[in-house]
């Protein structure tokens, strides 16, 4: 007999352990399946591989150059500001990140190597993306294709003049190429590439490509902490497609660069334009009054050489006066700039040749400088942007630093003015001296002097910076230019099959595991001991015989044997209790408690001794069916005695058998079996019995579905409960704990029924049967299906 039910801890964790050691068993037990969810997973990784799409990484390193240093100190305005703590290392190359990765430059990039739309030939079981003109067919607009100029649809050519066009709506239409189609109010073309002139695939087209497509993949990283160098990389479908786009991409922000720079050369060009065409018309002017004079006082000589000494040296007076001025009101156009609008940054012109400002000059390079950087961070960030910020309080500190600068060399200046009119008014006096005639002639050619060196000064100046912008070097210096490697980044074959093969495994164990774990049905004597204290009298096997006795005379069979040792292990039990009467009960039909009645009954006849079984399952007998191939219904049995038609001798019959085992049919099904069930009129049946049986075997109804074996439990010394293999489930043995609890069924023991051979507590036999049990339904003749 089995041990009792222990609840302790150490208890508790060798069931855990057996639980584990179960669920490895029944993974060994299908191992088969394992390995082929596992042949599957390889060769679904190798479908996978064959028509997955590859993706291909490009990859780039370019050189950030560093910001123009000021000339006067060395130092650029981020290393005066860092020492201040306004500014940390990495702003710059952080800042040009944010420029590389702007939507503005992606679109210029997609422009100039026609990104906006997107060819791809549909394969059965692989698509084609089709990039730098070899498509077969290619779509041409009057317009860019952007967001808001978005089409898709598929193409099938039919012949090389004519194709099918398939909306997203798939309706369909005829077309000739290189003809004018209207699709959403577009007007687009397509035409064939003759490269591809015999090419009938059928392709799918997709226009305003979107710049976040790519933005996406880009990727765009230091090469090591505060390093100047950056790493950009993309991945795409296409390899060739994948290394324009890094290479473009550079190429453009570079382009950009020189343009945001060109804006200084550009804005000091404009005023020197216009100083120049004042002076075009003054000197014009000039010349024009100088021929004037002399036609009028009919004047063919030159001055003197001592009146053209002092208007040479006037002259030099005049154009050192005309530079201060100039300068002195370039200085005031400055300071108007920086104080006209404090919100605003805007370009101040550079080069225009002011004596000793060459710290000036270099503050207001590196101010141009950083109001193009900040304009370039602005079309990729927002105005909350950090870096923004921190842009805008360095353009702060350099406006009041140029401010300060500006004003002392205007006070420079005017000092210097007033000191070179006073030379030009002493020269002035000496030319007084000289005839009228020759004088007035003198101050004539003076201003024609005059403009022509600022002309010429001016025109200097203009050439000096058109030089300049014509040599404007790029922010970025190409270290390695963006190359794709030809094995694909992704799929990668061994993470692959790794992925199949593991899901392959994975599949059928988690399958495994969760039927384990939701299955709630009983296996083994091990899953009731973990439910319950109630004894196991024994475990029987499933019976594959196809008879229903299989206890014989001489017997030897396993099933036999078990039933023998049940008979043993009952005997036991009995003699403890010192009675003789079993009742058999289970919580469902079908369990096989009308097999164990007969059989063990059966077992206990061959001891010697006077068995008999009664049929107490009024509600659906098969008692008498089993043993002698006919219904209760047709015999007189129970029923007849405890409705008082027939007496007790009536009712009782022989076995063919065995000559030791008797049996009482149920008789008519009643329609009260309750009721029949009176204690008063079952103890003369017992009484009787008793005196005339050594065993008396009660099969009654199953408790899990009617109350009938609780009327019975008076008469009974102990109750055997049928516990059927794989259908029995663990409340019905835990709802035994309660009926023992409330005393409902004394001396309660459990019998395990048709235990199936290479199951996880290990029998090494076979047994089932079935009945088709089901109260409250019609008797209609069932075929069993063990006879199938």
Do not use: C
């Not at 990727?219 to 505060?226: E, F, G, L, N, V």
């Not at 994948?242 to 290479?247: C, E, F, G, R, V």
């Not at 259908?727 to 235990?755: C, F, H, M, P, Y």
Request: zero cysteines; a negative charge.
């Amino acid at each position: 007999m089995s041990e009792n039910y222990n609840n302790n801890n150490s208890q508790g964790d060798i069931e855990d352990s057996l639980d584990l050691q179960e669920l490895l068993l029944s993974i060994l037990r299908n191992w088969y399946w394992i390995l082929i969810f596992v042949i599957i997973g390889f060769f679904g990784a190798r479908l996978y591989l064959r028509y997955a799409l590859p993706i291909f990484k490009a990859s780039g390193k370019v050189l950030i150059k560093n910001i123009e240093t000021n000339s006067g100190t060395g130092l650029t305005e981020e290393a005066v500001l860092q020492e201040f703590g306004l500014f940390k290392p990495g702003n710059n190359i952080n800042n040009e990140i944010q420029i590389l990765r702007s939507r503005t430059l992606m679109l210029t990039v997609m422009e100039q190597l026609g990104l906006d739309v997107q060819y791809t030939g549909l394969g059965r079981l692989k698509n084609t993306e089709y990039y730098g003109g070899n498509s077969p067919i290619v779509l041409d607009s009057i317009h860019w294709f952007d967001e808001e100029h978005n089409l898709e649809f598929e193409v099938e050519p039919i012949d090389n003049e004519a194709f099918r066009l398939i909306d997203k709506n798939e309706e369909e239409s005829v077309h000739k190429f290189n003809t004018p189609i209207i699709i959403k109010s577009d007007t687009i073309w397509l035409d064939r590439n003759t490269d591809y002139i015999n090419s009938h695939s059928r392709m799918k087209i997709k226009s305003g490509i979107g710049a976040s497509k790519y933005l996406q993949e880009l990727q765009i990283r230091p090469a090591a902490d505060y390093a100047s160098v950056l790493i950009l990389e993309i991945e795409d479908p296409v390899r060739k497609r994948a290394s324009d786009i890094i290479n473009k991409l550079i190429e453009v922000y570079n382009q950009a660069a020189i343009d945001d720079k060109n804006q200084v050369a550009e804005k000091t060009l404009k005023f020197i334009d216009e100083r120049l065409g004042l002076l075009t018309q003054e000197l014009n002017s000039v010349e024009g009054g100088l021929e004037s004079y002399k036609e009028r006082n009919e004047i063919s000589t030159e001055a003197s050489t001592t009146v053209n000494f002092i208007l040479n040296e006037i002259s030099q007076y005049d154009n050192e006066l005309t530079k201060q001025r100039i300068n002195l009101e370039l200085l005031e156009t400055i300071e108007q700039t920086l104080t006209g609008n404090v919100e605003r940054y805007e370009i101040i012109p550079v080069n225009m040749g002011v004596d000793n400002a060459g710290n000036l000059e270099a503050q207001i390079t590196n101010y141009n400088s950083t109001i193009i950087d900040r304009e370039r961070l602005s079309r990729s960030a927002g105005e909350g942007n950090s870096q923004l910020e921190m842009l805008n309080i360095q353009l702060n500190t350099m406006r009041n630093t140029i401010l300060e600068s500006t004003r002392a060399l205007q006070e420079n200046l005017n000092l210097k003015i007033n000191e070179t009119q006073g030379k030009i008014s002493q020269l002035q006096n000496r030319i007084n001296q000289v005839p009228r005639q020759e004088r007035e002639l003198l101050e004539i050619k003076r201003q024609q002097n005059i403009k022509e060196a600022l002309y010429l000064f001016l025109l200097q100046k203009k050439e000096e910076t058109a030089l300049s912008a014509a040599i404007t070097v790029p922010n970025a210096r190409v270290i390695d230019a963006a190359i794709t490697s030809g094995v694909p980044v992704s799929p990668k074959p061994i993470q692959i099959y790794a992925i199949f093969v593991m899901l392959g495994f994975a599949l059928p164990v988690g399958i495994i595991f969760l039927k384990e774990l939701l299955d709630d049905k009983i296996y083994s004597e091990n899953d009731i001991e973990k439910l319950t204290s109630i004894p196991i009298l024994g475990a029987l096997t499933r019976n594959n015989t196809g008879q229903n006795v299989v206890v014989r005379k001489n017997s030897r069979t396993a099933i036999s044997e078990m039933f023998r040792l049940l008979r043993t292990n009952l005997n036991y039990m009995l003699s403890k209790e010192g009675g003789k009467t079993i009742l058999v009960t289970s919580g469902m039909g079908g369990d096989g408690k009308t097999f164990i009645s007969m059989n063990l009954g059966m077992s206990l006849a061959l001891t010697g001794k006077k068995v008999v079984l009664v049929g107490m399952d009024l509600r659906k007998p098969k008692l008498t069916k089993y043993l002698n191939n006919q219904s209760d219904a047709e015999k007189i049995g129970l029923t007849n005695f405890l409705i008082g038609e027939h007496s007790l001798d009536n009712i009782v019959y022989p076995t063919d058998v065995d000559e030791n085992l008797f049996i009482i049919p149920s008789g008519p099904i009643p329609p009260n079996p309750a009721e029949l069930l009176d204690e008063e009129k079952l103890a003369p049946l017992f009484e009787y019995l008793r005196s005339n049986f050594d065993y008396i075997i009660i099969d009654t109804a199953p408790i899990g579905l009617v109350a009938d074996a609780f009327l019975l439990e008076p008469f009974s010394h102990v109750a055997l409960f049928a516990v059927r293999y794989a259908k029995t489930t663990e409340d019905a043995i835990r709802s035994l704990n309660q009926l023992q609890k409330e005393n409902k069924l004394k001396n309660l023991a459990i019998v395990l029924n048709g235990v199936k051979k290479k199951r996880k507590n290990g029998y090494g036999y076979s047994y089932g049967y079935g009945y088709g049990y089901g109260y409250y339904s019609d008797d209609k003749s069932k075929k069993k299906w063990w006879f199938k």
